[in-house]
């Protein structure tokens, strides 16, 4: 049974940082792509950002490009999504998500990914 469980959300101001973290269990994830996406309240889930867990490519979101990392650390079987310079468009719930598919490059499609997290609120003041 694969598990993801995403931790670090808050409250902050904007301007100001959080780290996302994601914890998975029940395999390891060598041949998996792994993406954070969000979903704003009367909003479509959407796409923030994907890692390769072999090649550590990375893609974003424009919307966050520059501003948003995501990183993995094979040891912990975690995934980390390091937000700076947040804005109060970034207010959302942040989810953490599988694919099998093991894309060189991160797809982008939320129907796309197999596991997905039971998400982590992110609110950011102006």
């Known amino acids: 049974q694969v598990q993801l469980v995403e931790s670090g959300g808050g409250l902050v101001q904007a301007g100001g940082s959080l780290r996302l973290s994601c914890a998975a269990s029940?395999?390891?994830?060598?041949?998996?792509?792994m993406g954070w996406f969000r979903q704003a309240p009367g909003k479509e889930r959407e796409f923030v950002a994907g890692?390769?867990?072999?090649?550590?490519?990375?893609t974003y979101a424009d919307s966050v490009k520059g501003r948003f990392t995501i990183s993995r650390d094979i040891a912990k079987n975690a995934v980390y999504l390091q937000m700076n310079s947040l804005k109060p468009d970034d207010t959302a719930v942040y989810y953490c998500?599988?694919?099998?598919?093991?894309?060189?490059?991160?797809?982008?499609?939320?129907?796309?990914?197999?596991?997905w997290g039971q998400g982590t609120q992110v609110t950011v003041s102006s």
């Open positions: 998500a599988a694919d099998r598919w093991n894309s060189p490059v991160a797809r982008r499609a939320v129907s796309l990914y197999d596991y």
């Open positions: 029940g395999r390891t994830f060598s041949s998996y792509t």
């Open positions: 890692i390769n867990w072999n090649t550590v490519s990375t």
